[in-house]
């Protein structure tokens, strides 16, 4: 599975932004897509997932309510939409996939797959 990553930019907080993740390369369909992301200095954390059908999404307490994770399967592309951006926010954000059965994972050691990461930089 490869995935391709972009969308990231420099924004001013409280603007919104939409990244993009094209998937492709797969001949067995990945159980669930997600984004992680890495600050400097930090660990990678999940910031969400949904599900291949798209039937159920799953957020990251520390972002719920500010993000919006969706699929166009027609276009094998994943999105990720962060409202009222924060400089908190600021990191490298990588796209996933899951090809793991059974539910959405958080840690990233079960995550098969990663593209290669689109910088975010939210200044004040």
């Known amino acids: 599975v490869q995935l391709q990553a972009s969308g990231g930019g420099l924004v001013q907080a409280g603007e919104s932004l939409r990244l993009s993740c094209v998937v492709s390369?797969?001949?067995?369909?990945?159980?669930?897509l997600g984004w992680f992301r890495q600050a400097t200095g930090q660990e990678r954390e999940f910031v969400g997932g949904?599900?291949?059908?798209?039937?159920?999404?799953k957020y990251a307490d520390s972002v719920k309510g500010r993000i919006t994770i969706s699929r166009d399967a027609a276009k094998n592309t994943l999105y990720l939409q962060i409202d009222d951006l924060k400089p908190e926010d600021t990191a490298v954000y990588y796209c996933?996939?899951?090809?793991?059965?059974?539910?959405?994972?958080?840690?990233?050691?079960?995550?098969?797959?990663w593209g290669q990461g689109t910088l975010v930089t939210v200044s004040s």
């Open positions: 996933v996939a899951q090809m793991r059965w059974g539910r959405i994972e958080e840690k990233e050691r079960l995550y098969e797959h």
């Open positions: 949904i599900a291949w059908t798209g039937g159920f999404t």
């Open positions: 390369g797969y001949t067995a369909s990945p159980y669930a």
